[in-house]
């Protein structure tokens, strides 16, 4: 199957392709006659097939030669959907009750099969949008970011493998260059792709272009996401990225994935619950309807951050024989030097997270890819007076990153914006 | 020539050797009778000939498949040849008053031919341990790394060429590795490799191998050394890869060439200079005797790192208009938004130069590689006492790094020690 050239497929030629791979015609069962096929892709990126037969389920995912929303003209490499399946493949293999099982990868056609996460999942940002609370979510996540980062670091693997593996990951370079653009460049200049709550916004837009404070922080922060191989990244962890159900927590859609600074994932899954908090008095049908969801939201940011400091250092407790050629036991193997060692790694992860969580929230709201958080407040007031909270909160929370001493000292500031 | 099979030469098979190689015979004219070959390599790792001939000279270098001066049991990878021919060839296009040209590379046989640097220049090293002034040192050498590291970062290179550059680099792995265990590993441990002046410091290495604060500074700096692909460093930048005349300043032997911290290489020339500072009065035929060396021992420090802030924001300035995808000109290019971004970027690499240069100062007090400028000091009692202070203000300055608001500040420490 792997010397077939590219071409799209629609609902019809998923079925074709799907009888001629026994692999995934087994899982389905009956023959293409009795598979029920949909297309569900809500990304601005790729086709999403959800297939049912007789006997089991799965997603077919395929990748467009470009970006979707925009069309033939914004060009963008089949080759995301290689670091895509392979980025699931290494998730699935250190965390898999939080990833879906890949079945089936077709390098050409930049086509993955893997497991369809049944209903009641759904995507996390519209679970927040409804207002609906998962209990389970902080322990999920922190868990799948912990596990992830961890064991794809120097930490835990020697030189060898951990150079050899972000040299590899080098080659997702088209991705990288685009969050590059859409989150660190663009929002601090006039771009076409650029928009925002209009006029309401304008002065905020202005005042953020001319934050040079700001923007040099942005790119410093540039330079450590484009330079930092420290670890594999998802690289695009938002809450549309996550699936959930109650007690099921999925994560989907690596297709930015790279080796960079591990802090750029806990901050995108930070910021998206800043997002999410600061846009529900948008969706509060009468004034303190979601206080209490506002308040889940944040317990559960502090919750993600606590979690994934503590679950990051068990998996490093667990790990001083390991491979890992960071902190080699002969040096750094006593009560206090490990310590130490712990704490000063997770503070600096925690000062870049809330640097990269800064960024992410800023981009949602002046660049090219909103929120859904957001954009679905109709009222064009409200929704500006949400973002501009959002907007204010994230350029305070960039500047003072350094001198915040807990996460508690962040979400007391969140919540009295 | 490309297909050969690697096999040492000695005096007699390189000449036939360059007899094969139309480009090297007839630069040196004449036929392989009128040849003066002589083996200078007075390095660890690698075979130096330098080859005269009745038209012209160059040098003949070939590395061995194992460290020369442990033996074959210490195997090292040949490959280094390759990234020392292709770091060579690139800083020669970069900055090419300060490197030899390379006239010949043959990859199998692990040989870079390149010009013969005429007496009277030698070894920086050597001619610091004589006292003698070289005059236009701190110009020349900070020119080198302020174009070499700014030229190959992604200050001047789109992300496509910068990724694909530091991708490739990654195969020197094995003198990565290498520098890793000696310099940020093996001098805080027990280790076979280990020697220092013994019984005098006995207690300064035990204290060192206790000192939990300094090893997790260490272990910051040893993640930055392998995470951080900032630019193309030399790699080995101490005063023993350096050849110097009155008026002429090359730089040679950059096998451990890779994308790292531009901090590493100023750091390395930094804390070399620093030894040589510090083994000055074990040097001093009477009391005193060197105290104006010292001085411009110091002042040749104060002038390299002023030089090469001024000379790297020089290049930068040239620059706004370049590809370089780090400081877009659309964010950053106004006098404000400029000035404020190479300064910080400058204070950046200061305090990390710093941190390196306390660890290179280190690791050749108690390492496996030691200095020449110490351990020609005959007297164990003098040296050790030369050894505790550059040991000490080591400790210090890593400790410090961060709050010395310039260069001068550490030259203090340093001169008072
Ligand atoms: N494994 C899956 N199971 C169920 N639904 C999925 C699965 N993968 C994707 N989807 C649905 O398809 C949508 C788009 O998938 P995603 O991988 O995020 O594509 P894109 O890269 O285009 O954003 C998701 O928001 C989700 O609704
Ligand atoms: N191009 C050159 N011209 C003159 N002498 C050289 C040249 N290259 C090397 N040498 C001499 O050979 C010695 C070893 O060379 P070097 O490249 O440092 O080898 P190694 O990698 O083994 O340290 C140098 O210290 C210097 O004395
Ligand atoms: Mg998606
Ligand atoms: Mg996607
Ligand atoms: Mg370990
Ligand atoms: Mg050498
Ligand atoms: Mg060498």
Chains 1, 2 share one sequence.
């Not at 925690?350 to 090219?368: E, N, P, S, T």
Request: aromatic share 10%; net charge negative; charged share 25%.
């Amino acid at each position: 199957q792997h010397t077939r050239h590219y071409h799209k497929l629609d609902e019809k030629a998923a079925s074709e392709y799907m009888k001629n791979v026994p692999v995934l015609a087994e899982k389905l069962g009956g023959s293409p006659d009795d598979w029920e096929i949909q297309e569900v892709g809500d990304g601005n990126m790729n086709y999403v097939y959800i297939v049912e037969g007789p006997r089991g389920s799965l997603v077919l995912k395929q990748a467009l030669p470009y970006v979707r929303c925009v069309g033939e003209s914004w060009a963008m490499t089949l080759e995301r959907a290689y670091f895509e399946a392979k980025a699931l493949r290494k998730e699935f293999e250190l965390a898999p009750e939080y990833v879906p099982e890949v079945y089936y990868f077709d390098h050409p056609m930049a086509i993955i099969a893997m497991r369809y996460l049944e209903p009641p999942h759904i995507i996390l940002r519209k679970g927040l949008i409804a207002g609906t609370v998962y209990p389970r979510l902080a322990e999920h996540i922190s868990d799948f970011m912990s596990k992830t980062l961890f064991h794809t670091s120097l930490l835990a693997l020697d030189t060898h493998r951990h150079k050899e593996a972000s040299a590899q990951s080098y080659a997702n370079v088209e991705m990288c260059r685009l969050s590059e653009q859409v989150i660190f460049t663009e929002p601090y200049m006039e771009a076409a792709n650029n928009r925002w709550t209009s006029p309401q916004l304008d002065p905020d837009v202005r005042a953020l272009r001319e934050d040079i404070e700001l923007k040099v922080e942005v790119a410093e922060l540039k330079a450590r996401f484009c330079e930092r191989t420290q670890a594999l990244l998802h690289g695009d962890l938002h809450t549309g990225s996550v699936m959930v159900t109650e007690t099921s927590t999925k994560v989907i859609d690596p297709e930015f994935s790279f080796y960079g600074p591990m802090a750029f994932d806990v901050g995108a899954f930070v910021a998206n619950m800043f997002l999410a908090f600061f846009s529900q008095d948008g969706h509060a049908g009468m004034q303190g309807a979601r206080d209490d969801y506002k308040k889940w939201i944040l317990q559960t940011v502090s919750d993600v951050w606590s979690l994934f400091a503590a679950k990051f250092k068990g998996e490093w407790d667990k790990s001083w024989d390991s491979p890992g050629d960071a902190y080699l036991p002969a040096v750094y193997n006593t009560p206090a030097a490990r310590t130490l060692s712990e704490m000063r790694f997770i503070e600096d992860v925690f000062v870049d997270m809330l640097g990269f969580a800064a960024c992410k929230m800023i981009r949602r709201i002046v660049g090219i890819a909103h929120v859904e958080d957001m954009d679905s407040i109709a009222d064009a007031d409200k929704r500006a007076a949400c973002e501009r909270k959002a907007l204010t909160c994230a350029k305070v929370i960039m500047k003072q990153r350094r001198k915040f001493s807990s996460i508690t000292q962040v979400i007391d500031l969140v919540r009295h914006q």
